[in-house]
């Protein structure tokens, strides 16, 4: 399952600002390696500042359902606001990961700067296929969860 939330970015709020409102929104009680959060907030500025998660989300796998964070820009982050709907659940509350969109032309040193303060955090090619499109294709070989219901009623 997936979830979508989108933040309101620039004019609304700085991309610091947008990027501390990410954490939060991903943060609380139970989180582990928020250090890394707190690491990456420098390159995720930059990151928003270029405007690539308006065209592909910020992906965070972890605890709970598979959340998508978009930001929003321009007349529309106006019009939105700065109110984000909170989630029940606490994503980064066990073993997490984020993948974030990043053009081919900044690839290299995001992929640096992140590798020793953010490991958990990773990057994939803005132009590339949606990640949670190819994650949904599995082979039969892949497959290793099997159910078999047996419709048959037996009085």
């Known amino acids: ?15 610091s600002e947008t990027w501390q409102q990410i954490v939060d929104l991903i943060t609380g009680r139970g989180s582990i390696d928020t250090n890394q959060l707190r690491g990456a ?48 659940w606490n994503p980064t509350a066990g073993d997490w990961t984020m993948h974030i969109p990043c053009d081919s032309e900044n690839m290299s040193w995001v992929k640096s700067a992140l590798a020793n303060s953010s ?25 290793t969860d099997t159910v078999t219901v047996d419709w048959e009623l037996k009085g």
């Open 1 to 15: 399952m997936r979830v979508r939330r989108n933040v309101s970015s620039i004019p609304c709020r700085s991309a």
């Open 41 to 88: 907030a420098g390159v995720l500025a930059s990151i928003i500042t270029d405007e690539h998660p308006s065209q592909k989300p910020i992906v965070i796998e972890g605890v709970g359902p598979q959340l998508r964070v978009y930001c929003v820009y321009g007349m529309k982050a106006v019009e939105e606001g700065k109110a984000v709907d909170s989630l029940t």
């Open 119 to 143: 490991p958990r955090i990773r990057t994939f090619d803005v132009e590339e296929e949606d990640r949670g499109a190819e994650q949904e294709t599995i082979s039969d070989e892949e497959r």
